[in-house]
Every structure is written in structure tokens, then in C-alpha cells.
Nanobody, 118 residues
């Protein structure tokens, strides 16, 4: 499984940003996919998750998750950004059943993309 994030940037507060995660090699048609955020000194925090049927399981306010099955790209749309949204954003995949809360339960991770809101 390979996950490659893109789209991170430095933006002004109240702005919007869309992150993308190109997924490949997933040997399972309906995985749980998600976005997590990490800031220095803290654990990775769940931002949004989606199950294998395309249903949003969880999404923080102002964030939405979508998946394009034709291109195998997972997106995170972020709106009305605030400085507290600053962090490294990671795409993650879990191949077992369920769409859990904690990062430790996801098996595959991208390298992350930095979002800075000022």
C-alpha cells in the first residue's frame, strides 16, 4: 500500500484548502480511510474517516472527506481555517473491519503534508 499526500500550504485564517492523498496497492476493495493531524508533542488526532462504502464515519466541523474511486484519491476539504488547524496532515488506511478512532489502529500511512494557518 502506498499513500502520497499533497496540497499542504501556508494559508491565511478563514481560508480554505483541499488536501489529496493518492492511494495505490490497496488489496481490499473497501478499506477504512482517514485523515489525521499531528502537532509537535501531541499524538495524531483523527480529523475525518470514511468507510469502504463511501460513508463519512467522522469529520470535524469545517472538514469533509471524499474519495474518488475512479482515480483512487482521498480528499480532505478544509474551510474557515483557524491557526489551531496548523499541523502535519496524514492520510491513513486500515484494512481490517471497522473504522476506528485512534491512529494506532491504522496500518498504512503517508508521509504527511504540512498545513500552516496564520
Amino acid at each position: 500500500v502506498q499513500l502520497v499526500e499533497s496540497g499542504g500550504d501556508s494559508v491565511q485564517a478563514e481560508g480554505s484548502l483541499r488536501l489529496a492523498c493518492a492511494a495505490s496497492g490497496i488489496p481490499y476493495r473497501d478499506p477504512c480511510m482517514g485523515w489525521f493531524r499531528q502537532v509537535p508533542g501531541k499524538e495524531r488526532e483523527r480529523i475525518a474517516t470514511m468507510d469502504g462504502y463511501g460513508r463519512t464515519i467522522y469529520a470535524k466541523t469545517r472538514f469533509s472527506i471524499t474519495y474518488d474511486k475512479d482515480t483512487n484519491v482521498l480528499y480532505l476539504q478544509m474551510t474557515s481555517l483557524v491557526p489551531e488547524d496548523t499541523g502535519m496532515y496524514y492520510c491513513a488506511v486500515r484494512l481490517n473491519s471497522g473504522c476506528p478512532v485512534f491512529a494506532k489502529d491504522f496500518q498504512y500511512w503517508g508521509q504527511g503534508t504540512q498545513v500552516t494557518v496564520s
